[in-house]
């Protein structure tokens, strides 16, 4: 049976008003369009067959698709027995797209001879028909026109008001703007037998039947086994971000920064992140086997990644000869009789014990005649710091009485005068001063091109913010009538470290002890600082969404511009995610959650019944898998109620 299609000025709508798509305006239909099939093409060279184009087709749904799972395993079947060996699929995934749950793949079709082209479907599920929309370029056109297709994917719209039949009913529709609601459960929704699911590391995630785990990826495709390995347990601190734990003495868990900073790569936005997820190998006799990791490829390496530091190198002495194996296996092999010309790493507290830059602080011997300006005498200069690289050669002279840590290719570095006052500069990893001695007290790191320092007057301003050249940005006062203090409560999850004022992308987290403060009372007075100088109410503009009373908690730092909060009253609780602009991106309905991995496009949630949404009565929970707009895309079948 056809299904007809209505199409005018390059909208293709079904018979029954049910779907519609805007093609692009420049495009043309041809002329072997049918009433199920509708074929678009940049130009009208060729009336029946154009090597790019986007074809739709809207059919009957086959008595055996049900679900949007069975359609997009029907449609990849026929593209491989098309295509055979000349197919290499890209991505093969669900999205979810006004509330409606959409299959996508993307492909390359190798045809010997030419340089091949690109193939891109995307299907979904209506009452009683389906929806392919496609788009084929050769490869040198797909990037050209593949805006074009995005925009017209943007534009499709889909009005079914039943589900395909065996559909997960447990849905909530916000009239607002016709998405399903945060907390409610997908059509076609997949459903797990398993005893546990845990929160996405990287693009991985742990699934547990029994005692055997396994790893999958955000498509739900097994990546590891069930039993072949067994993996840590780890909780987002404070349901911040997860990176890294620490179980049985070993880290387990190990973020890998490219950033300038090197201790958690929080620093950087623009730094991605190598995640290594640590396992165990399960022996036969069940005495523990090998330890290992994977990376975010899925190559699995036997080293255990707590070995690694920050930049993920593991280094040892041979025969007074440094080595540096990377976790991809790249190794740097020290020169010999190199440690002869420092004594000793400084011991950890001081402040520059860690690996940043490729460069590590370090003392110089009594060995270290190559330096003799350094000082007077062995003892002194036993006492002068400079910077090792890898190779165990000194980059950075021993010329200084302390050191900071590298930070953004930064690192401040101390000089005492013969009466024995400080000052501390700023330098970069081969040497050159970029800031010149002139501050009395340590500043604080680099952390988005901002660094925090102690009054330089007496004007009454007690902190400023400078650039990587010195210059002073914004003020931060701090005296008995106004004073701007960094937050401290909760500091592990609020705070990207220890020390106050240092922003995680592009923010961080103060309370204000000004006029405007004060006026905004103890229980909302929360701001985000950005690196100009802007204070931003954040719990003012979350209190807009809540204006009832309710108590609103800041649950994490910053990343990627979104954070968790929690809304509580005397009825309900829940977390949710927000922007910094305090924007709710996915409402405050769950009792667990943790903020989104990049890398990943679900992450875990739990639902307690007192906090469902659509406040069903049922005992059950909800544990699953949400998307980005809060709706369960994977639920574990509960058997019995958990609260």
């Known amino acids: ?24 305006a420049a495009w043309f ?26 074809n739709v087709q809207i059919r009957p749904r086959p008595a055996d698709i049900q679900t949007i799972e069975e359609l ?51 299907a979904t599920l209506g009452n009683s028909q389906t929806y392919l929309v496609s788009f084929a370029a050769l490869a040198d056109d797909y990037a050209k026109y593949k805006p074009l297709m995005e925009s017209a994917l943007a534009s499709a719209k889909i009005t079914a ?47 547990r039947k029994g005692d055997q785990e396994a790893l999958y990826d955000d498509n739900m495709k097994e990546i590891m086994p069930f039993g072949k390995y067994t ?23 190990r973020s890998i920064t490219p950033s300038w900073f090197g201790t958690n790569g929080i620093f950087n936005a623009n730094a991605k992140p190598t995640k290594l997820m640590g396992f165990f190998e399960r022996s036969k006799d069940g005495m523990g086997g090998r330890t290992g990791f994977i990376d975010q490829n899925g190559k699995v390496v036997f080293e255990n990644p707590g070995d690694y530091d920050a930049e993920g190198y593991r280094l040892s002495v041979n025969n007074n000869v440094m080595v540096s194996k990377k976790f991809d296996g790249t190794v740097i092999t020290g020169k010999a009789n190199t ?98 001695f002139q501050y009395g007290s340590q500043p604080g790191r680099f952390s988005n091109g901002r660094s925090l320092i102690k009054a330089i007057d007496a004007s009454g301003t007690g902190y400023a913010m400078i650039d990587r050249t010195g210059k002073i940005r914004f003020t931060i006062p701090s005296n008995y009538n106004d004073s701007i203090v960094a937050a401290d409560f909760n500091a592990p999850a609020l705070n990207p470290g220890p020390e106050k004022f240092l922003f995680s992308y592009g923010y961080t987290f103060v309370t204000v002890s000004t006029k405007a403060g004060r006026e905004l009372g103890e229980r909302d ?47 309900k609780e829940g977390i949710g995610i927000a922007d910094v602009n305090g924007n709710i991106l996915i409402a405050p309905v769950f009792s667990k959650l943790a903020l989104f991995e990049p890398e990943s496009k679900l992450q875990y949630a739990e639902l307690d019944k007192r906090t469902l949404a659509d406040k069903q009565d049922t005992n059950k929970g909800i544990e699953g898998y949400i998307d980005r707009q809060g709706v369960f895309q994977v639920i574990r079948n509960l058997k019995k109620a958990p609260f």
């Open 1 to 24: 049976m056809a299904v007809s299609a209505f199409c005018q000025k390059n909208l293709v709508r079904s018979a029954d008003g049910e779907f519609q798509i805007q093609l692009p």
């Open 29 to 54: 239909r041809l002329n072997s369009s049918t009433a199920e099939l509708q074929r678009y093409v940049p130009d009208e060279k060729d009336n029946n067959f154009s090597s790019t184009e986007i």
């Open 72 to 122: 997009a395993a029907a449609n990849e079947t026929v593209v491989k027995s098309q295509f055979g060996d000349m197919l290499k699929i890209n991505e093969s995934r669900y999205e979810i797209k006004d509330g409606r749950k959409w299959w996508r793949l993307e492909a390359a079709v190798n045809v010997p001879g030419t340089t091949g082209y690109n193939l891109w479907l995307q």
């Open 161 to 207: 008001t039943s589900l395909p039949a065996g559909s997960n009913t447990n849905i909530a529709i916000n009239p607002a703007n016709n998405r399903q609601v945060a907390g409610s459960i997908a059509p076609g929704a997949i459903k797990l037998d398993v005893d546990e699911m845990r929160f996405f590391f990287g693009k991985y995630t742990v699934m």
């Open 231 to 253: 993996y840590p347990s780890v909780e987002p601190y404070v349901h911040g971000n997860v990176e890294r734990s620490y179980n049985g003495g070993t880290w387990l868990y």
């Open 339 to 436: 440690l002869r010309a420092f004594t000793q790493w400084p011991e950890a507290g001081n402040g520059y014990y860690e690996w940043s830059g490729g460069l590590r602080a370090t003392r110089a011997s009594e060995s270290a005649s190559e330096y003799p300006e350094l000082s007077r005498s062995v003892e002194e200069a036993n006492k002068r710091v400079g910077y090792v690289n890898r190779k165990g050669e000194f980059q950075v002279k021993p010329t200084y009485h302390k050191v900071a840590e590298f930070s953004e290719g930064i690192a401040f570095v101390c000089r005492k005068d013969q009466y024995g006052v400080e000052k501390w500069g700023a330098i970069d990893t081969a040497g050159n001063l970029l800031i010149p």
């Open 525 to 571: 007075n929360l701001f985000l600082l950005d690196t100009n100088g802007r204070y931003i109410p954040i719990k003012q503009l979350l209190r807009k969404n809540f204006p009832n009373g309710e108590s609103i908690d800041i649950m994490s730092r910053i990343q990627h511009n979104q954070f968790l909060f929690k809304v509580s009253s005397n009825e």
